[in-house]
């Protein structure tokens, strides 16, 4: 649990225990033939046995002060940026966007002036964004409104589609909760309008201090670690672990935590993937707080230079069930351009992951509200 607010500090996990090192495995991959252009180097969830003993490690740091991923993970770096750059130049950016325009269902504003639902009500709003019900409790979810994401408006991956809510209207929302600091999670202009209301903030650790910069108040901040909890409301707030990076600079690199977490009550579980590679820790989250009613799984811009750290639609596919998940609702993709694969290609490839799996999946069109007991199987991408 996490300790009560001081005047000087971000709330902190209570305990203070650190790890002696980081928990080391031996990851072997094997290259698989599949319709996916890119490589898809899968990692064998089910037959890893260290997967299911894996104790509930914190994140630590580096030497150098940087936050270290649970497993090994490799990442392209300024030598390999060239030929990034090169396999881009030689793509087709037409493949890349849709040729009609996305659906989006507008939210209207009134949903703000409600009261929060007790079951959960969900809204996805692009890319990760959500709002969330639950427990009668509202919150928003990695919220980027804005039209780029970038560390400015004039350039920078554009919106695909409208924002279904305006920055604007965003009002009575209990609590935000971020993945990481990421420009494509976490939106200057949608926090800053966010800290000017009185919602709390549950973040990964060194988030706040950014946080603060834009005007939230330090007392509204919590600051989790993984496998730290927080009570809200009737509903648990689980940091869980993740596998990727953070970073809104070419010199701040991993010294802000990623997370993905989990979100609970007696009656409904609920878990958000953010951003990650696949890793064995999908398992560990599983027995420890699954099944899951929904997974919200990240789906798209995955490419073999950064396969780590994000998942491709089969790696989302396994991962759900390494969850114990029920329905799955597709996140991250058909908002942003992040990568060199076709626009439509994480849909088409997860829905023939989820036949073969026999995953239930859930595919809203942005801004659409979603129910646990209703259908959302249109497919508005075609």
């Not at 709390?200 to 060194?206: S, T």
């Amino acid at each position: 649990m996490i300790a009560a607010p001081t005047s000087s500090n971000f709330h902190l996990p209570i305990s203070t225990q650190k790890p002696n090192s980081q928990t080391e495995f031996s990851v072997k991959f094997d290259e698989v033939n599949n319709p996916i252009q890119y490589l898809h180097l899968p990692y064998d969830l089910e037959n890893n046995t260290t997967a299911h003993n894996m104790p509930r490690q914190k994140a630590i740091k580096d030497k150098k002060g940087k936050y270290i991923n649970p497993i090994p993970t490799p990442m392209a770096g300024f030598k390999e940026t060239p030929d990034i750059f090169k396999r881009y130049r030689k793509s087709d950016p037409k493949l890349r966007k849709p040729t009609s325009p996305i659906p989006v269902s507008p939210m209207s504003p009134g949903v703000f002036n409600q009261k929060p639902s007790p079951s959960l009500v969900l809204y996805w709003m692009g890319h990760t964004s959500l709002l969330m019900e639950l427990g009668g409790r509202r919150y928003i979810i990695d919220p980027v409104l804005s039209e780029r994401a970038s560390m400015i408006q004039s350039v920078g991956p554009k919106r695909m589609h409208p924002a279904p809510i305006a920055i604007s209207d965003l009002k009575n929302i209990d609590a935000v909760i971020l993945s990481h600091d990421h420009y494509d999670h976490m939106d200057k202009n949608t926090m800053k309008a966010l800290a000017k209301t009185n919602a709390l903030f549950y973040v990964p650790c060194g988030v706040g201090k950014i946080l603060t910069g834009w005007g939230a108040k330090k007392q509204n901040i919590f600051e989790l670690n993984w496998w730290d909890t927080i009570k809200d409301g009737p509903n648990e707030l689980i940091a869980t672990p993740a596998r990727h990076f953070s970073g809104r600079g070419l010199f701040n690199r991993n010294t802000t935590l990623w997370a993905s977490w989990c979100i609970i009550n007696p009656d409904c579980r609920v878990y958000f993937g953010g951003d990650s590679g696949i890793m064995p820790n999908y398992s560990d989250i599983g027995e420890a707080y699954g099944p899951f009613d929904l997974t919200i799984m990240p789906i798209g811009a995955y490419d073999v230079a950064w396969h780590g750290i994000h998942t491709d639609a089969i790696e989302a596919a396994e991962a759900h069930v390494a969850l114990k998940g029920k329905k799955m609702l597709p996140v991250h993709w058909a908002t942003f351009d992040l990568s060199l694969h076709p626009w439509g290609e994480p849909i088409e490839q997860l829905l023939k992951a989820a036949d073969r799996l026999g995953i239930e999946l859930v595919t809203p069109m942005v801004g659409e509200k979603l129910t646990l007991d209703g259908i959302y199987n249109e497919h508005w991408w075609e």
